[in-house]
């Protein structure tokens, strides 16, 4: 068998001195000499208010309202408490005076070692009306360009600017199917 799929010795060599050329000459890892000032912060003390436990027995923390489904016609309400599961019962209504309807969820717990949580509830309002256009203030007020790009909504589109495309997608909307297209 010949040596004709080896490289002679000297192109070989002559290839590693070319690569310990370049990268003797490159900067690599080196953007700028700026450091930033060190500036003394104070922290929000843990004893702020916003931290405080709510009054009441059992009275719900880290309430958080989210879209229940892709249409905008469901929000999922989750919510702790500490002491007991309680209920996991939401009122909810067209005013504030009038709470006549009601949705049952359900709650979890779950352990980590030596810690236990607290009880984790999760009730689901569905067949939402009138004003429960999801993200009603955002699209208000936060203009994008999404019709330019043909898109349906402000929530994804793309733009160009000058070599770069640029595809944006918010993460205020639940995503279905969808497709996108490069040209």
Known sequence: MGSWWRAPFHLELL???VLVGVVNRSDGGVTSGFVRKVEKTIDM???SDVFRVPPGYNAPQQVHITQGDLDGTAMIISWVTEDEPGSSEVLYGTDE???????EGKYTRYKFYN??????????????????????PY????????????????FW???KRASAYIIVLASYSAYGTAMLCFT
Request: charged share 20%; with cysteine.
């Open 97 to 103: 005076d009038k709470l006549e309807l009601s949705a």
């Open 157 to 159: 589109y793309s733009i």
């Open 45 to 47: 003390p843990l004893d």
């Open 15 to 17: 290839l590693a001195v």
């Open 139 to 154: 699209r208000h007020r936060y203009h994008v360009p999404y019709r330019s790009s043909s898109s349906s909504s402000p």
């Open 115 to 136: 810690y236990t949580s607290g009880y984790i509830h999760h009730c689901t309002i569905r067949h939402l009306k009138d004003e429960t256009v999801p993200f009603k």
